[in-house]
């Protein structure tokens, strides 16, 4: 597609059970970044994903937070046993590579999902 | 650490004025990008413009122009000639050239252009 795209736009779940976010990034882009957006902490990263390699998951808040990147392409980001403040706006972003420039500096955001946590 | 500062919580202009937001940004690497974002009510985050540290000029897009003053590490954002549909909130951003690469955010700025 042109852009980022997420889904769900919306979720809503019961305190306890298990979610599962999904980001499709702009064909061609290597790099992929989550992000959460709460009230209390403004925009916070989670996780970067690079190509093939290792990812970064030095921002996930806590081990109930996990991602996974297949084919370098699309991306799950899954909460288990979730609480409420995990109630926040879920972005993923993507560039096209390691940062050096305009072109690769730049990350291009998805419409984000917004979890509610009951 | 890194560090983005927005201190204009709320910010009005009249449309067709013009209206700077401000930042300032606390990094001691050398190389970084600067970016502001866009996000209006829908809740999509929007590039603007984007700034490198080495880059000798101020970046514009249109009418929007970005006040880089290294030495005072700020960057503001000006925007010219207002329009109704600039009301937003404006969060400006770094990104670093090692590590992970993610974006600093600063808290944001929420514009309001008055007809």
């Known amino acids: 597609g042109a852009g980022v795209s997420q889904s769900p736009s919306n979720k809503v779940t019961e305190k306890g059970k298990d979610v599962e976010l999904r980001c499709d990034p702009i064909?061609?882009?290597?790099?992929l970044y989550w992000y959460r957006q709460s009230l209390g902490q403004g925009l916070e990263f989670l996780i970067y994903?690079?190509?093939?390699?290792?990812?970064?998951k030095s921002g996930l808040p806590s081990d109930r937070f996990s991602a996974e990147r297949t084919g370098g392409s699309v991306s799950t980001l899954t909460i288990q046993r979730t609480q409420q403040e995990d109630s926040a706006v879920y972005l993923c972003?993507?560039?096209?590579?390691?940062?050096?420039?305009?072109?690769?500096?730049?990350?291009?955001f998805g419409p984000g999902t917004r979890l509610t946590v009951l | 650490a890194q560090k983005i500062t927005q201190t204009q919580p709320g910010m009005f202009v009249q449309e067709k004025e013009a209206v700077t937001l401000d930042c300032t940004y606390d990094?001691?690497?050398?190389?970084?990008?600067l970016f502001w974002y866009k996000q209006p009510s829908s809740g999509e985050m929007i590039f603007l413009i984007y700034?490198?540290?080495?880059?000798?000029q101020n970046a514009t897009e249109g009418r929007y122009s970005l006040n880089f003053q290294k030495a005072r590490k700020s960057a503001n954002l000006v925007i010219s000639a207002s329009q109704l549909g600039d009301s937003a909130m404006y969060f400006c951003a770094m990104r670093l050239r090692t590590g992970a690469n993610n974006l600093f955010f600063g808290t944001g700025t929420r514009l309001t252009v008055i007809p």
């Open positions: 700034q490198g540290s080495y880059d000798q």
């Open positions: 994903f690079q190509g093939n390699s290792a990812p970064d």
């Open positions: 990094t001691s690497d050398p190389s970084y990008g």
């Open positions: 064909s061609g882009h290597t790099a």
């Open positions: 972003a993507s560039t096209k590579g390691l940062a050096g420039g305009p072109n690769t500096d730049t990350q291009y």
